[in-house]
């Protein structure tokens, strides 16, 4: 191991990873020390890393309708960025200058399955909490410029070589330009410079100011969370809580005493406006069923649709049977709550009630073969059945 940079008081802020860990420790101890709270370097995390997509991969990507695509430029002489969205015309590319630029594609692990594959490192988050991956290609001297953001992100070098500046101080600036489109630090200090190579791993967690520059042409697979803000958690919930809400369900005072002014506001009637408030949002079991609802919606880019000619149920176990198997949706999202027999299955804002055997094996399965059809309860059975026909398993080859 590389002798550990003290990095932040006795957590290094530089470790080696290793076949087992791409952390370099075990996940509990990432999750105590460095999750949402400090940067970690992990040299090697994929030790002989080689990108599963080439960059010209990725450029054909962004020329596809529906995929949310960026280029990002920087004059250096006069310091003035653009931002270009995509799609882009296939001429773009070729034309591009060899330095100074960036091109961003998100959800790419929607697209490529051996980029998702990826996805399959992260089982120490849970799977709700995981957005997408973006790719971003640059060109030597490309850059999206000094920023924060405000989730978690893994950013894996997978390509050639990028220096990356990172300010981990306490309390940085965070004041943005104002004479850019884009989101870009007016002061930026960095503590820490490193230049990555294929396989190693910087972990940021929200709000560290960052700058990645491109040494030479390189890729970068950025990992990224989602993380609901209170007011959106807040907004939603009280949409869901009202479209059920009882109208006789109302603000009570029979334990009203006489006011000392009848102008006044008191303590005991704030008491009470809490109580009214209380009685439509503490149900745990009305939590459980938005938030599932909510979370398995929340920034998802595609709506999943039923395929063009759906098999039927019965269809369905003959193709199974025959050997073909089903596949999830790229854009379908799972999550299950609830304890025993009272657990619930989440798929894109949806709700099944299912033994939770049933819910485990269809919220974690990206194949579903015979047998794991084979081994779900009736009840089982008749949700992956609805989840066909809305799309978010398609048999072996209808989804290609
Ligand atoms: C990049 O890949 O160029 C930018 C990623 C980031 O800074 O979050
Ligand atoms: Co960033």
Request: glycine share 8%.
């Amino acid at each position: 191991m590389a002798a550990p940079d003290p990095g932040d008081g006795a957590f290094a802020i530089e470790v080696d990873g290793t076949d087992q860990s791409p952390l370099g420790m075990p996940p509990a101890d990432f999750l105590r020390d460095y999750w949402q709270k400090r940067p970690l370097l992990v040299r090697n995390a994929f030790a002989g890393y080689r990108s599963p997509i080439e960059p010209g991969d990725l450029a054909g990507l962004a020329c596809e309708d529906g995929v949310l695509a960026r280029i990002v430029r920087h004059d250096r002489q006069r310091d003035a960025w653009t931002l270009e969205t995509g799609p882009f015309p296939e001429e773009k590319f070729p034309g591009m200058p060899d330095h100074d630029w960036t091109l961003l594609v998100q959800d790419v692990d929607k697209w490529d399955p051996d980029i998702a594959a990826l996805l399959e490192h992260f089982g120490f988050l849970p799977r709700w909490r995981l957005d997408d991956i973006m790719v971003s290609f640059a060109a030597p001297g490309g850059s999206v410029g000094a920023h924060v953001d405000q989730y978690d992100v893994f950013l894996l070098q997978a390509h050639g070589h990028r220096r990356w500046q990172i300010d981990a101080g306490a309390n940085p600036p965070t004041d943005f330009r104002d004479d850019v489109e884009l989101k870009l630090l007016r002061r930026f200090h960095p503590s820490h410079d490193w230049v990555l190579g294929p396989g190693d791993m910087l972990y940021l967690p929200p709000g560290v100011p960052h700058h990645g520059v491109a040494e030479d042409a390189c890729l970068t697979f950025s990992v990224g969370m989602r993380a609901p803000s209170s007011a959106e958690l807040l907004g939603d919930y009280v949409d869901h809580v009202l479209a059920a809400a009882d109208d006789s369900t109302r603000y009570q005072d029979p334990d009203l005493a006489l006011p000392d002014d009848p102008a006044r506001i008191d303590a005991a009637a704030l008491d009470r406006v809490r109580q009214a408030l209380d009685r439509l949002r503490t149900d745990p079991a009305a939590l459980g069923d938005w938030f599932g609802r909510f979370i398995t919606t929340y920034r998802n880019a595609v709506e999943v649709a039923p395929a063009p000619d759906l098999p039927t149920p019965a269809e369905t176990g003959q193709a199974l049977a025959a050997g073909l198997v089903l596949h999830r949706h790229p854009y379908s999202r799972m999550a299950w709550h609830g304890d025993g027999a009272d657990t619930q299955l989440f798929a894109n804002g949806e709700a099944w009630h299912l033994p939770q055997a049933d819910a485990r094996c269809l919220a974690n399965a990206r194949v579903l073969d015979a047998a794991t059809v084979g081994a779900l309860s009736p009840a089982g059975r008749a949700c992956l059945d609805d989840l066909v026909q809305a799309g978010h398993f398609l048999l072996s080859g209808d989804g290609d």
